[in-house]
């Protein structure tokens, strides 16, 4: 039996490299990429608990999670794609327009 | 018939109901427009029938007032009682009231026949003035009394801006509403007084028991001067007279109805009705008095230099209404004078209002007879009239028995009661030297009031004949001639049974022998001083615009005062009304630009600033905070991990140091 304290350190880990992931990159499919571990991060506490306090309601918004995670990564590659149309680029620094 | 008074005001109210929804109906319309003036002059008759009929029963009967009531209003510690109050002084307007409107609407048919559907207008106007006038004079409260006031009041700034295309005209009729809204609002501070001390307004109740006036003289005191107030505004006293002359842009005929024989009067009419309450304060009679004394001097001096023929008039007006508060106010304080016993009379009391019936009729006259002059010859400048005697030799004889009348020639209307009236002055005078100085005012004022008037009448009728004018129609010479008649036998009221003083007088009265009354007035000083100064006035204006070998031709008349140094700058401070008008205005934009200017300050310093700082520093705190939006992303999610971490530290570690959880 794996300690939850385990589970804990892993996943804050996980969402540590996500969050330098999303900081630190200006491709917007690397950001994407790490909202995703970050989102991973949030699943394996989820599931960690679900076990530790037996209860199913974890596995069960894990579920949920994964389910948005992927919808949310269909919608964010359709606006990089007709981002890329129009810009010419998927480079963050260069989608500047709105700053002042 | 006391008791069908109420229908005194209805007639007239009625026909102006009843010309204005026929006036506006536009199938009638067109043919409603010759008739709307003889539906007015039927209304204005049935009235004037009414009011002469019941004035008869008040004069013959015995001579207590009589009251008729009906509960308007109540509340929980009082009631209103409107209804009709009737003495000889209310009798005595309505008979001046009844025979004036009805002449002048006559007249009006002939005067107004050019001016197409104008008229409706006109006439309804004309017939609601009537209507509240004689409202205001049989009112048995002096609530009710406010309100036809008021009422009075819009009809004559209706009625002055009758041509409103005029911007003169207009702008006249403002001023006159305005103006006389300054003296309604110490009435009204007057009445407010009154109720506040007594509980009550009405005219019965107020004047019951002389003890309890006497008791409250201070609150009489600002009450009675208040009311004046609202006399000083509606009679057009001094200093709020400015607004009359300028009321001349209106029609002739409302002049003569509104501005000369009714309206005006309802101020001195206002102080003799509060005469109960007057004689229990001195100081308020002496003011009076002083007021009309000075106000009859300054504008008959004015009067001596106008060109314009109704603002001569207008002068005379104000400079006669001036002898009748003189006269009111010296009764009242000869009253007071003498303790107000059972034996205390106020002689100027029944002078002022003989003059006031004298009055209505010889310049109701002079009034409509400039307007048939002015609708003869298109002009109001008496400059370019002159040589009417021979084409208009009705209207120049009727006008002329006027001015014998006003100038005050033996035995002619005004001589009695302007006579009346001097002596009545000069007898308080031998007490209060104030009167003695008013006296003499009086007397001088009584000799430019013969000097004005002559001139007015040579410069219009005397001097190569001019042919172009033509006699007015008969329908507007009737009027004159029954006027005329009345400004010669009018004055002989004095003589009519008791005499006047039998049935308008206040105080004491006792029994008048005529004919040594007559005898009396024949050879007593006064008379013979006033006659003087009358006849002077009349041959020194003659001397100057008639037989005067300086003249040349009819516009270079009496040219040499306007020559001659002195005389001249005397005659230009009169024509510029003492620069009184001029002082107004300036006045007026003068405390209107420190308001604005104050006004504008505050604008710009607390309201816009308050809204302009927060604006300033609103953009200034935006400049600042706006350089963290950096654009980049990675900023962004840095700050929001940031901010996580924040919250997470808070929450676990520095709130527990603090000693708080969650």
């Not at chain 2, 009489?220 to 505004?233: D, E, P, Q």
Request: proline share 3%; charged share 15%.
């Amino acid at each position: 039996m794996i300690p939850l304290l385990h589970y804990v350190l892993f996943s804050s880990t996980l969402l540590l490299i996500g969050g330098y992931g999303v900081v630190r990159n200006r491709n917007a499919i690397v950001v994407l990429m790490s909202i995703e571990i970050m989102l991973t991060a949030a699943n394996i506490n989820f599931v960690a608990f679900a076990e530790f306090w037996h209860d199913m309601g974890g596995q069960v918004f894990a579920l949920f999670v994964i389910a948005i995670a992927a919808a949310e990564v269909a919608i964010g590659l359709a606006i990089l794609l007709s981002l890329y149309k129009q810009r010419d680029t998927i480079e963050l620094d260069m989608l500047d327009l709105l700053r002042w | 018939m006391l008791e069908q008074a109420w229908l005194i005001p209805t007639f007239p109210i009625a026909a102006f109901l009843l010309i204005i929804a026929c006036g506006r109906f536009e199938p009638l319309r067109s043919k409603f427009v010759a008739s709307g003036s003889w539906l007015a002059l039927l209304g204005v008759g049935m009235s004037s029938a009414v009011s002469l009929l019941v004035a008869w029963e008040v004069f013959t009967g015995d001579h207590s007032p009589y009251e008729d009531t009906w509960t308007w209003f109540e509340g929980t510690t009082f009631s209103f009682e409107g209804g009709i109050y009737l003495d000889g002084l209310a009798a005595l307007l309505l008979v001046v009231v009844g025979i004036v409107s009805f002449l002048v609407v006559m007249f009006s048919i002939g005067y107004m026949a050019e001016e197409g559907e104008r008229r409706i207008r006109y006439y309804a106007e004309i017939c609601l003035f009537v209507g509240v006038m004689h409202g205001l004079i049989i009112a048995n409260s002096f609530l009710l009394l406010f309100i036809f006031w008021e009422l009075v009041g819009l009809c004559s700034y209706l009625l002055i801006g009758f041509w409103y295309e005029k911007p003169s005209a207009a702008s006249a009729a403002k001023k006159a509403f305005l103006v006389t809204r300054v003296g309604d609002v110490f009435l009204l501070f007057g009445l407010v007084i009154l109720f506040s001390t007594f509980g009550t307004l009405r005219y019965s109740e107020l004047f019951a028991d002389p003890a309890v006036l006497a008791e409250h003289a201070t609150e009489l005191k600002w009450a009675t001067l208040c009311i004046f107030g609202g006399a000083v505004g509606k009679s057009a006293q001094f200093p709020l007279h400015v607004w009359l002359p300028d009321a001349m842009e209106g029609p002739s005929t409302v002049s003569a109805l509104i501005h000369a024989a009714t309206m005006v009067k309802a101020g001195v009419f206002l102080v003799a009705r509060a005469y109960p309450l007057i004689v229990h304060s001195p100081d308020t009679a002496l003011y009076i008095a002083i007021t009309g004394g000075f106000t009859a001097f300054i504008a008959a001096s004015m009067a001596l230099v106008m060109y314009d023929i109704k603002r001569v008039l207008a002068y005379s007006t104000i400079s006669q209404l001036g002898y009748m508060f003189l006269a009111l106010g010296t009764g009242a304080w000869a009253f007071a004078h003498a303790g107000g016993d059972a034996y205390a009379e106020a002689h100027g009391y029944t002078a002022g209002m003989f003059h006031l019936l004298n009055h209505a009729f010889f310049k109701a006259l002079l009034f409509l007879g400039a307007g048939a002059v002015i609708h003869s010859v298109h002009t109001q400048d008496m400059r370019e009239m002159g040589g009417l005697r021979k084409t208009m030799p009705f209207t120049s004889t009727a006008m002329g028995l006027a001015v014998l009348s006003i100038a005050g020639v033996p035995f002619f209307s005004g001589f009695w009661s302007k006579d009346e009236i001097l002596a009545a002055v000069r007898h308080n005078g031998e007490v209060e030297p104030i009167f003695a100085v008013l006296w003499m005012m009086a007397l001088a004022t009584a000799g430019m009031t013969a000097f004005y008037m002559t001139r007015l009448w040579m410069m219009t009728f005397t001097g190569p004949t001019n042919d172009k004018a033509h006699e007015a129609p008969a329908v507007m010479t009737v009027p004159l001639g029954i006027l005329g008649v009345l400004a010669v036998v009018s004055g002989f009221a004095i003589f009519i049974g008791d005499g006047f003083a039998g049935y308008v007088h206040y105080g004491y009265h006792a029994h008048q022998d005529n004919w040594a009354l007559l005898d009396h007035i024949l050879t007593a000083s006064g008379t013979h001083l006033s006659v003087a100064a009358a006849l002077s006035g009349i041959v020194l204006a003659s001397l100057l615009y008639y037989w005067s070998p300086l003249q040349t031709k009819r516009p270079d008349r009496a040219r040499f005062i306007l020559e001659n140094q002195p005389t001249a700058i005397l005659h230009h401070f009169l024509s510029e009304r003492l620069y009184m008008a001029r002082l107004f205005d300036w006045f007026g934009l003068r405390c209107w630009d420190v308001i604005a200017a104050a006004c504008n300050r505050f604008d710009l310093l607390i309201v816009d600033g308050i809204v302009n700082s927060i604006a300033d520093y609103s953009i200034r705190a935006g400049e600042r905070i706006r350089r963290l939006h950096t654009g980049f992303t990675g900023h962004y999610a840095a700050y929001s991990l940031g901010g996580l971490g924040a919250l997470v530290i808070m929450l676990r570690v520095v709130l527990p140091l603090i000693g708080w959880s969650p």
